[in-house]
């Protein structure tokens, strides 16, 4: 969704490291902010859950274009 440059910047975390298989747990990363589901976005301590548009992610975050310098 964000491209491989930009993930780079985002705070990510995986909530199944080593693969979603049934029966297999949550990370206690995700539980302890209340992750239920995919996709989950925490902006500014506030947990989202499901797709978003780029702008409302941006907007959610406070980011501004000129946030980011792209380099060619």
């Known amino acids: ?20 298989k049934n029966g297999t747990k949550i990370a206690k990363a995700c539980t302890g902010v209340g992750i239920e589901g995919f996709p989950t976005w925490v902006i500014n301590g506030e947990v989202l859950s499901g797709e978003k ?4 992610l941006a907007s959610l975050s406070g980011f501004q274009d000129g946030d980011f310098n792209q380099q060619s």
């Open 53 to 56: 548009e780029l702008s409302e």
């Open 1 to 20: 969704m964000f491209g491989h440059e930009a993930a780079k910047l985002l705070d990510y975390v995986e909530c199944f490291p080593d693969g979603y």
